[in-house]
């Protein structure tokens, strides 16, 4: 059964997994960053493009099985912890930061969508 | 920060692990969607080893521990000289800076000449076909060599000479003003040295290191191929007139009466000469094939050990043999660090000779007595039938080894992620520390033959006697095959991916094997390597700590790991260490007190080199010759970078 969930914070997320991609893909290709042809940025790369994916769905599909809201949370707040660990060890303080993005869009929807369902039972409850 | 990291991967594991279970199938899911003075008062470098005493010292002292921080990039050129994709390029020159000049030889064995102030290319010089065939030792060089004559005849073209050798063992001269080849040297500029040297030759020898000088002699060393063959090439180290290019001299190290049992024992790594006395110090090879001895069990003083000689005749003046009958192929790989060495009130002239084994042994450089004391100790006997394990060894308690006698123990992670494999095999081969002989059950080789030391060596601050030398902490697994099996196995193969080297003509062929798991994680306990500094007056160690930081698929490991390193420190009175050679891509200042990373800076992939280091205009420069070596990373490069401080 669907309902209408949270889209706030989904276009932060979205946002944060471009910023993630596009510099992967210049720490790919560029000597002084000392990440060139890594694999390491091309899996975070990936985990951006799925972050990209999970954060679209999440905002332009408001109503969602409660099943598809769940997947999309847990889904997106282990790619953030993933990719920040990643991050990390990369040694990319700019991944890093799209991750910390990231997670305050993650909080934003989550927070949000628990707010509407308490405005919800409120209103049940009225 | 390390140990954050250390934690930080700790929790890693257990994220993917958690992420395995967990996430992996949301993915699923989801998916279905690297001496002579230049001008005025610039300090040059002009000898690999920064001069001939192979110190790789600058009196330098712009760039200090305060001021380090704010080193930038001053230039960058990439010489085109990369790997092509089908031969790997290995890069180790150090550029040389004379004639206000930069030199730098290539891995396709050109020479290229750059203004050492912005990179721009003055000339270049190719050997066309340096490289020789694929079967060779590789494109390998490690610079190139200056000679200037002490008498120059103005108007005169080659006053000035820059030498490179090939892989197919032409020694190429050329005049350092304008890289045109010098006519009087040799045959129109090349000197086939391939021709002096016919004997069991199997390959062209190769000149992947520069000669060393002393006055108008080049004393000339080549490398061969130790592990195909019982019999190689027999080690001979040249005299040749820097002018040119005559025979003056040769040494031989190998015995006449041993040359159709052996061979190599050859001088590949760089020589050092005193100035003062002529002495040139040669440090030699292990013997063909390397790692089975029973064909060769006559000894041979001269292989193995550093060997001083008069390097206007070639006669040996004292010898130290470092390992006995080596089966290890424990090469004495760097040249020996001159160094006057002040104690109970004496200055004693001496030379530090840094080996594979993490050993320090010092010489008084003119009698070859020790100057700190050397024992003969027991080591294991083979158990391969027709190998005779040498009895002793020579053995150097003070100054402190740079590793242990014992390989570390175990990684527990390793073997956790492995399910014991690392456990299990160590269990089966054979390990009783330094020395333990290649036996058929397979042997750990400790240290192995990364070293202890490479061919680097260390560096001396000759105004405190500090000396900085760094190391790896890598064992490895020698197997020896019986002839049979190996021919069952691989036929005619000289060499096989495995690891395996046919040491063809003896009993046994050879395999080599990394200390890896399953996932290619070493299966030994970190660090992996270490930088350590000596006070070489008392022989006592400052310090020692892990260098370089490992970088796997681009994540950096703790910087408690340390990382293998393959080239070698300069240092400068200002009391700087400079160093690449670390397995990520970073060239890094150390602060000479205290061993702490005072400046990194990434450069195009591993600087598998030793930098140089000279003044130019009154501005101090420190340049680096970043090529990468497949050992460390698949990342290789030809880029050619000097830092400074900003105007």
């Not at chain 1, 949370?73 to 912890?81: C, F, K, Q």
Request: proline content about 7%; glycine content about 10%.
């Amino acid at each position: 059964m669907t309902q209408r969930h949270s889209t706030r914070g989904a276009w932060l997320i979205i946002l944060a997994s471009l910023i993630a991609m596009v510099i992967c893909v210049y720490d790919y290709y560029t000597p002084e960053t000392g990440l060139i042809g890594t694999g390491g940025v091309v899996l975070v790369a990936i985990a951006g493009l799925l972050m990209f994916l999970a954060s679209l769905a999440m905002a332009l599909v408001p109503n969602r099985s409660c099943l598809l809201q769940g997947f999309l949370v847990v889904s997106i707040i282990l790619d953030i912890i993933g990719s920040s660990v990643a991050g990390y060890f990369l040694e990319s303080p700019v991944i890093m930061a799209a991750e910390a993005l990231a997670l305050i869009g993650w909080l934003m929807n989550v927070i949000g969508d628990a707010a509407d369902r308490s405005v919800e039972i409120d209103d049940v409850e009225d | 920060m390390s140990k954050i990291k250390t934690y930080a991967l700790g929790a890693l594991g257990l994220a993917a692990a958690v992420a395995a279970v967990t996430f992996l199938p949301s993915i699923t899911a989801i998916a279905q969607n690297g001496g002579v003075v230049a001008s005025g008062d610039d300090q040059t470098w002009d000898a690999f080893g920064g001069n001939q005493q192979a110190q790789k010292y600058s009196t330098a002292t712009q760039i200090t521990p305060d001021n380090v921080k704010d080193l930038k990039r001053a230039w960058s050129v990439h010489t085109g000289d990369v790997s092509s994709g089908e031969r790997s390029t290995t890069w180790g020159a150090t550029p040389i800076f004379a004639n206000n000049t930069v030199y730098v030889g290539t891995p396709w064995y050109r020479i290229v000449a750059v203004e050492p102030d912005t990179g721009k290319t003055k000339w270049t010089y190719a050997t066309h076909g340096g490289e020789g065939p694929p079967e060779n030792q590789g494109l390998k060089n490690r610079g190139v060599a200056y000679w200037a004559a002490s008498a120059p005849q103005a108007g005169q073209p080659c006053q000035k000479m820059v030498y490179v050798g090939t892989m197919t063992g032409e020694l190429h001269g050329v005049d350092a003003d304008t890289g045109k080849p010098c006519a009087g040297f040799g045959k129109n500029g090349v000197v086939d040295v391939n021709a002096w040297a016919p004997k069991n030759s199997k390959w062209k020898i190769g000149l992947l290191q520069p000669p060393a000088v002393y006055k108008d002699t080049l004393i000339l060393g080549w490398a061969g191929n130790d592990w195909v063959y019982k019999t190689e090439n027999p080690g001979t180290v040249y005299g040749i007139d820097a002018r040119t290019g005559a025979m003056k001299w040769t040494f031989n190290i190998i015995p006449p009466d041993m040359e159709n049992q052996t061979g190599t024992a050859n001088v590949w790594a760089s020589i050092s000469v005193d100035p003062e006395t002529g002495l040139a110090f040669l440090p030699t090879s292990s013997p063909s094939p390397n790692y089975y001895g029973g064909d060769r069990l006559k000894e041979m003083p001269y292989a193995t050990a550093t060997v001083a000689v008069k390097a206007e005749t070639g006669e040996v003046v004292w010898s130290r043999q470092l390992t006995h009958h080596d089966i290890w192929d424990v090469d004495i790989n760097s040249a020996p660090t001159l160094v006057d060495i002040k104690k109970d009130g004496q200055t004693i002239p001496a030379l530090i000779q840094a080996t594979k084994q993490g050993f320090l042994f010092v010489f008084n450089r003119n009698t070859g007595e020790p100057v700190y004391p050397i024992e003969e100790r027991p080591y294991p006997a083979s158990d391969v039938p027709g190998e005779v394990a040498a009895k002793t060894q020579p053995y150097v308690p003070y100054p402190e080894p740079v590793i242990a006698d014992h390989m570390p123990p175990v990684s527990k992670f390793a073997d956790i992620v492995s399910f014991g494999e690392c456990s299990r095999w160590k269990a089966r081969i054979r390990d009783e520390g330094r020395y333990t002989p290649p036996s058929i059950r397979g042997s750990i080789s400790w240290p192995a033959t990364l070293g202890g030391v490479e061919w680097g060596g260390g560096a001396l601050d000759p105004t405190t006697n500090t000396y900085v030398v760094n190391s790896n902490v890598v064992p490895q697994i020698y197997t020896l095959v019986p002839r049979a099996d190996a021919d069952k196995k691989y036929g005619d193969k000289l060499r096989a991916p495995d690891g395996y080297a046919a040491q063809q003509g003896s009993a046994y062929g050879f395999k080599l094997e990394n200390f890896l798991n399953m996932w290619g994680m070493p299966c030994w306990a970190p660090p992996y390597g270490n930088l350590s500094s000596y006070d070489m007056n008392t022989g006592k160690l400052n310090w020692k700590k892990p260098f370089g930081v490992v970088q796997k698929w681009g994540f950096y490991m703790p910087d408690s790991w340390g990382s293998i390193t393959i080239g070698a420190p300069a240092i400068t009175k200002s009391g700087l260490i400079f160093i690449g050679a670390s397995m990520d891509s970073r060239v890094r200042a150390v602060d000479m007190k205290t061993g702490n990373v005072l400046w990194k800076h990434i450069v195009d992939s591993p600087a598998v080199s030793q930098p140089a280091i000279y003044t130019y205009k009154g501005k101090q420069y420190v340049v680096f010759a970043v090529g990468g070596n497949g050992i460390l990373t698949p990342r290789l490069s030809d880029q050619l970078v000097a830092f400074s401080l900003p105007n």
